[in-house]
């Protein structure tokens, strides 16, 4: 391994280290927001893993929605340990991902697009219509993940912090195995890719399950952690903008990008929001217009330029 | 059923269906010519409804003659997104475009959250409250202005697409962009001048959405996710298909809303059920232009 390969891997350890050791000294507040950044590291690498095979969803919030959704009822009606409702909005997310991919992943990217959206609607809408089952558009409340308290808000923190850890290795893994090469392929020719006896189908479901799994799983555990979810919360489109313009910032085609992109959006949304308060989201829209005309290989993309140039 | 009430449901499920398909129209004009996912359309609408508004609560100015002057801002706003955002990413992946229009969008709505705060809004005109009677039929005299609106306007466009030099270029355009450009065509012409006139309806759209209901700085979503319903119905870039559609969702929600228990919250998801339907039956929508 090239001296830089080790440096890149002390660096990793040294980061993961140090988020090891960080609610040690954070307040509780900065730990409630490194908590919301480890759930969009999940939710932005998750969606930057169907670019990887060209394509765009603009419902990640569905999968979000649907995993916050059966986790909170799964517990409400059985009390099981959390980690299988964690798990089951997974699978569920998954389905929902299943769902789409037969309908519509043959579709161009463009329609893929419309189409997510309408299925997060779709999916907020039946919540709302069917409140027998998930009680509306009141919402559902929760027992506090472990209990509550300061203590519980450190352990929610390692949770969410093993998710986020296992989507990014998940991410990684899949980035160095053969099964990118024919996301790679279908990516840059979709045809070509078809005639080498890659089935673009099956390849394209298969990274949209994926994505949509480890969504599901960090939105069981937001709705744990928060301890009460409503339809218009968990379904909003800002979390499927989120998805999308997290990677973009950080680098799309990348591993490292969607998380320095959910590192950096998410700390600066929430400054935003308590500074500017109204309309805050102009910001992301500047950042989203600038991004695609100045920077569209995102900070990663521009760090790597550097550093190829010396 | 009782047939009057019936033809009351059809009567309204159409006279909405006018009001989506102006913003549907505009839409697929542009996605017709220039392949682009365009979210800044719902945005033309909530700045003509703004527009009409605040014309009326401020300076007495009834929305008729608000018309003209929304379409002419709301072309020149299509040229100005067209010209200095759209066009410089035309060749780009289709996943920067969607999230070009998307940051736009995100900039327009805060900034109507911002100067016009979040709360809905609507005016009432001296003919807001007179109603037509046909039979046992009622219809709301701006409702039934706002549908006479669409269809001139529909029709006008129309018949530009088909008689004007640039109507024709336009359609070679939607056709085959490479084949009209080589016969001489000037893309960048009818790529621009779609995109104003598509806006423009976009914005009379909007006019009438004040007249009729209300605004607010969200409005825009609310449409843009039907117009895209309707137009993947219809087949993107299919003017006729666009219409179509119009009248099919509006027919269904006003069904849906009446004939269904809890209509009203069914109704809001009718769009998106419909839209599922197609790709699944028609992936390329029921008039689809090759």
Redesign the interface.
Known sequence: MSNKGYAKILSLLILLGFLLFIPSVLSQYSLHLMILVMVFVVIATSWNILVWTHQISLGHAAFFGIGAYTAALMYNAWQLPIYFDLVLGGVFASLGAILIGVICLRMAPWALAIATLAFAEAVKILVIMLPGLTEGAEGVAIAPLYGGGETAKVYAYYLVLAIAFLTVLMAYLLKRSKLYYAFTAIHDDQEAANMLGINPTKYKVMAFTTSAFFVGVVGGFYAHYISYIDPHGVFNIHISVEAQIMPLMGGLYTVAGPVVGAFILTLLGEYLRITVKTGYLIIYGIILVLLIFYLPKGLVGLVEGWTRRK | MDLATFAQVIVNGILTGGLYSLIAVGLTLIFGVM?V?NFVHGETLMIGSYLTYFLFTLYGIDPFISLPLAIFVLFSFGVAIQRF?IN??ID?P???Q???T??????????A??LF??NYVSMTTGYSAISLKLGPIRMGLARLTGFVIAIVLTVLLSVALKKTEWGKSVRAVTQDREAAMLMGVNVDRVNILAFGVGSAMGGAGGVVTSMIMYTFPLIG?LFI?KA??IV?LGGFGSIAGAVVGSLILGLTESLVTNYLP?GS??A??V???I??VI??IR?KGLFYVE
Do not use: D, Y
């Open positions: 392949r996912i955002f410089p990413v780009a289709h996943f920067n969607i999230l070009l998307f940051g736009l969008v995100l900039i327009l709505q805060n900034l959250l911002i705060t979040g979503m996710l895209f319903a993947v809890n919250g069914w809001e998801g769009s998106f059920l839209l599922i790709l699944v992936p």
